[in-house]
């Protein structure tokens, strides 16, 4: 493994692989080696995937996408990225390297599971762990906490197996520095602004050449395809608002759902920190433990430990008066741990040494390990079983509803018998929004119809919608007399902009000769200066955003500062020269050497990761179910 690492050390670019092999860890459950049943996706060295690890592994790759491209990720982007064939080949990726994990014994311990757990933001309220959250996300994804814990522990192995193939990448000063040299010089322009509104007052259009450019400029003014619709929507909230859900329901689910409702043993308590660097000599360490000691005596005697927290502790926590929030075993470092679990409410520890430095501890309340009585949890459970009735009713009465349409009913019928009111909407495109209603769905339906008449049930998030298709209109462009004033601003426009992009190149040429500021002149124009350019982020100072000039700036030279072309930034025509290049900033770097360094590292493992995967895929036997070959080339 070693002269792979070092084989591998120097990589320039690297692929992001780690992220994706955890989200592929979170469908390993207890019995990853025993198929579920039907055909398997991959046998891999003889243990097997099954398609239930597949679907999970599928799905969760798909939530990672959606969240990460947000509004982005269209279905033409889910079709060009194949989630199919990644999971499969990420499937096969992570057994190979919790097989390779086992073989090198490595393993993760009880402690280290919670410890993730805990840290992670999705089970947290109000910046703390909460354990009723917790279960109540993983039943919603289908998971018990068993599962989810063991994968969990899958995870860890990963990760020390990462740190353990990639232990052989070291970064260096010099490593890092000529990039950042790169990165982070900058350039000052002068340019000429070429303005287009002081050609536009002037222009004259007469018919002709209005009716000329309206007829070969179209497609600018085409229509989308529109629908015109008559819905109903069936709310969640007006049944959730006259629902009333039984006790004895309320008490089967407390009794179904245990877990959600189960407390361990967990002690609320604030703390006082005196921070000692870790290598820090003996005198460093005494002066903390002094200053421990005298607060400690403060404490002891009575007086405010929160007040004497805030004024002391060199813990985030100080702003909250130290106070840490209930916690429960394994989630602190032990010696903490063991001094926080042994006091009672309203004690005071003696002096605590962790790796932190020293500690001074107050309990301010413990939690008993068991099941959170009914009556403690009542309204809780009672708020979640009406949101999903509700939810479920609506559906129901929509599927009757839409039952009686097709028997021959109209929408207005349907609505006056159950109390709901039928909108209609003038002509909508696809991308547009419809007031009251939340979602693409009912929009997606009505573009599906071949042509108008009842659409299907359409479910959004805030309920159910019923709907009607009035009308269906194509793509069109309306007449020129519909919308003259719309063409003779966009003429215009057109003729503004080619009058200053004339002008613009006439300065160019002339500066070619006399120098830019001599042929900027000559049209009654000043040169003006961007200030310091950046390489990266399309921002040109104040010229404005031109990715294309923020490239090209950096290609002038003093001995050709005259950029080759005409520029269009925010609508005006830019002519540019170099003034001056501005060296990166030495001690710019010094500050972020250490950062730097770290990314550049990061990178490489990441690289070094991929590569070591591949190598494991080379060396084993792999089989993919005939379902899934399509999807399982092995990676390049």
């Known amino acids: 493994m070693l002269k792979f690492i070092r084989r591998n050390a120097s990589a320039l670019w690297v692929k992001i692989m780690f992220i994706a092999i955890v989200i592929v860890f979170m469908t390993w459950g207890v019995g990853a080696v025993i198929s579920s049943g039907g055909d398997i996706v991959a046998r891999v060295n003889g243990e097997n995937i099954d398609p239930l690890q597949f679907r999970r592994a599928h799905d969760n790759m798909r939530r990672f996408y959606q969240n990460l491209y947000k509004e982005a990720f269209s279905p033409q982007i889910e079709k060009a990225m194949n989630l199919p064939a990644r999971t499969v080949d990420q499937l096969i990726a992570s057994s190979l390297l ?38 109540d996300v993983l039943r919603q994804n289908g998971l018990r906490p068993t599962e989810f814990e063991e994968s969990q522990r899958q995870d860890i192995l990963v990760s020390k197996l990462r740190d353990l193939i990639t232990a052989g990448v070291v970064i260096g000063e010099a490593d890092v520095r000529g990039r950042y040299d790169y990165d982070n010089e900058k350039v000052n322009l002068g340019f000429v602004r070429v303005d287009p509104e002081q050609y536009r007052a002037g222009l004259e259009l007469s018919d002709d050449q209005l009716k000329e450019y309206f007829d070969s400029h179209q497609d600018e003014f085409r229509l989308p395809d529109r629908v015109e619709l008559a819905y109903i929507v069936l709310p969640n909230a007006q049944f959730e608002a006259s629902m009333t859900i039984p006790e004895a329901d309320v008490k089967q689910y407390y009794d179904t759902y245990e877990d959600e409702f189960r407390q361990e043993e967990e002690v609320r308590a604030r703390h006082i920190l005196f921070r000692v660097e870790e290598g820090a000599d003996d005198a460093t360490k005494a002066t903390a433990r002094q200053r421990a000691e005298a607060v400690l005596a403060k404490a002891k005697s009575g007086e405010d430990f929160a007040k004497l927290a805030t004024e002391n502790s060199e813990d985030s926590s100080s702003s909250r008066g130290g106070d840490l929030g209930f916690f429960r075993r394994g989630l602190m470092v032990p010696p903490f741990e063991e001094a926080a679990f042994a006091m009672q409410p309203g004690q005071v520890s003696e002096i605590v040494e962790t790796q932190f430095g020293y500690h001074i501890i107050r309990v301010e309340e413990r939690r008993e390990p068991g099941v959170k009585p009914f009556a403690e949890v009542s309204t809780q459970i009672t708020g979640k079983m009406k949101s999903e009735r509700a939810q479920a009713m609506a559906n129901e009465k929509a599927t009757a509803a839409h039952t009686e349409l097709t028997g021959g009913k109209t929408l207005e019928e349907v609505a006056a018998a159950q109390g709901f009111e039928v909108k209609t909407t003038g002509p909508l495109a696809k991308t547009d929004r419809i007031a009251g209603v939340n979602g693409t769905g009912l929009l997606n339906a009505a573009f599906a119809l071949d042509q108008r008449g009842l659409g299907p049930v359409v479910t959004n998030p805030d309920g159910q919608v019923l709907f009607r298709l009035n009308k269906k209109i194509p793509t069109e462009v309306p007449e020129l007399n519909g919308i003259r004033d719309q063409v003779e601003k966009a003429a215009r426009t057109k003729l503004a902009n080619d009058k200053a992009k004339a002008t613009a190149e006439e300065i160019l040429a002339a500066a070619k000769d006399k120098g830019l500021e001599a042929a900027a002149q000559e049209h009654g124009l000043a040169v003006e200066e961007s200030g310091p350019v950046e390489r990266t982020g399309g921002k040109v100072g104040t010229i404005g955003a031109s990715p294309e000039l923020a490239k090209q700036a950096f290609d002038l030279t003093k001995d050709s500062p005259l950029a080759p072309t005409v520029y269009d930034v925010g609508g005006n025509s830019i002519i540019v020269a170099l003034k001056e290049r501005i060296p990166a900033d030495s001690a710019g770097f010094e500050s972020q050497k250490a950062q730097l360094i770290e990314q550049e590292k990061g990178r490489l493992q990441n690289s070094v990761l991929t590569d070591f995967i591949a190598e494991l895929r080379s060396r084993a036997d792999v089989v993919v179910g005939k379902a899934y070959e399509a999807a399982a080339a092995p990676p390049m």
């Open 98 to 135: 919790r097989q390779e994990a086992d073989r090198l014994g490595l393993s993760a311990t009880d402690a280290e599971v919670l410890n993730t757990i805990a840290a992670n933001n999705a089970f947290h309220v109000d910046g703390r762990f909460n354990r009723e959250l917790y279960v």
